[in-house]
């Protein structure tokens, strides 16, 4: 096994490094990721809902979609200095990078887009890297995006070509390859990852693992999520996921795409601290950290950094991919 970089991996061969015995799966992604990476690195994230629910699409596991009963507070789009005095906060917690997540379908040319485009300006000017989740995007949005300062946006696949019209049916896989394609054409970097736990078989998540790893470029960030089960949702039923799953998974992106950010992203409010170092083992480099995820339990900044000074992690500089390119 050696970490270079390609981006024509076989289904056979991803499905190989999946099914490769864990401690040895763990090891070799170990390997790859001390060859690529500063292994002592993380990258620390945090995420904010600026637009709350009534989302008209229908992906089964959200809680803020409007046409499931869940709990959720809806809320129309934030006031741009609230938005910036929660990014102040973030980055006084150790915070470098900072990612709005708004309950849309897609981006529209209006009043409320100007005003993201705002914050964008705004939490950039902080010097946070600038981070946005909001839906299907043209590539002339993705330019505006990029202009106020946008540097990198969040589009996930979820899941395998294959198993996406059992999770929603509102749009298409192709639909949400075409806005990473925009976001890409735009020069931002992209963020693309799933969730497992949806009643998925292995062979999705190694198809999605796949699809990722075969995109022109490997997205710069892979955030992997474990279901947060919502009341309300059709997966709330759901069995939880096995944290040797999300290892499983974290050990294959890394393996295959060694240079990317892979997030350990939703699902650890429910793992111990031996349970997530076992993830930054198999090369997960960033986390979101802060109480809040966009609407479910996250660990707190300061749980995160006792577990940071015991494992002996230190979070990422913003901007650190440029400092290289430049030197
Ligand atoms: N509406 C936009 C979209 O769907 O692209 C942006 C916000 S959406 C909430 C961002 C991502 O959050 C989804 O793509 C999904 O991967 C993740 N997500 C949402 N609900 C989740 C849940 N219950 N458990 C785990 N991940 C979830
Ligand atoms: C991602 O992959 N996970 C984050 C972020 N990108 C936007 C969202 C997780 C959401 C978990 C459920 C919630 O808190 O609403
Ligand atoms: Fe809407 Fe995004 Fe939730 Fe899907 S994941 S229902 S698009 S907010």
Not at 100 to 105: E, H, I, L, S, T
Not at 186 to 196: D, E, R
Not at 204 to 230: C, F, K, Q, W, Y
Not at 288 to 316: C, H, I, V, W, Y
């Amino acid at each position: 096994m050696n970490g270079a970089i390609r981006n024509n991996w076989t289904i056979g061969e991803v499905e190989k490094i999946y099914h490769t015995p864990l401690l040895e799966l763990i090891y070799q992604a170990a390997t790859v990721h001390r060859e690529h990476n500063e292994t002592g690195e993380v990258q620390v994230c945090t995420l904010l809902s600026i637009k709350t629910g009534g989302c008209p699409e229908d992906c089964a596991y959200c809680p803020q979609a409007a046409r499931y009963h869940t709990d959720i507070n809806v809320q129309s789009l934030m006031q741009k200095d609230d938005v910036l005095s929660y990014a102040q906060k973030a980055k006084a917690a150790g915070s470098t990078r900072f990612c709005m997540g708004a309950a849309w379908r897609e981006v529209r040319d209006n009043r409320d887009f100007d005003r993201v485009l705002e914050m964008v300006k705004g939490v950039n000017e902080l010097g946070m890297e600038v981070c946005c989740t909001l839906g299907m995007l043209s590539e002339d949005q993705a330019r505006k995006l990029a202009d106020a300062g946008l540097y990198a946006y969040n589009h996930n696949l979820d899941t395998s070509a294959e198993y996406y019209s059992e999770i929603i049916t509102t749009r298409t896989y192709d639909d949400r390859l075409q806005t990473l394609d925009n976001v890409r054409k735009a020069g931002v970097s992209v963020c693309c990852g799933g969730i497992i736990g949806l009643g998925e078989k292995h062979e999705d998540r190694i198809g999605m693992l796949h699809t990722l790893a075969t995109l022109p470029e490997h997205p710069e960030s892979v955030p992997v999520n474990a279901l947060v089960r919502i009341k309300g949702t059709p997966l709330q039923d759901k069995a939880q996921v096995d944290v040797w799953d999300m290892i499983r998974m974290i050990a294959t992106a890394r393996i295959i795409m060694p240079k990317a950010m892979v997030r350990l992203s939703a699902g650890r409010a429910e793992m111990s601290t031996a349970e997530q170092s076992l993830c930054f083992m198999a090369g997960a480099n960033s986390i979101f950290a802060g109480e809040k995820l966009l609407t479910t339990p996250n660990p707190s900044f300061d749980e995160d950094m006792q577990m940071f000074n015991l494992l002996g992690l230190q979070p990422r500089e913003a901007f650190k991919n440029e400092m290289v390119a430049e030197a």
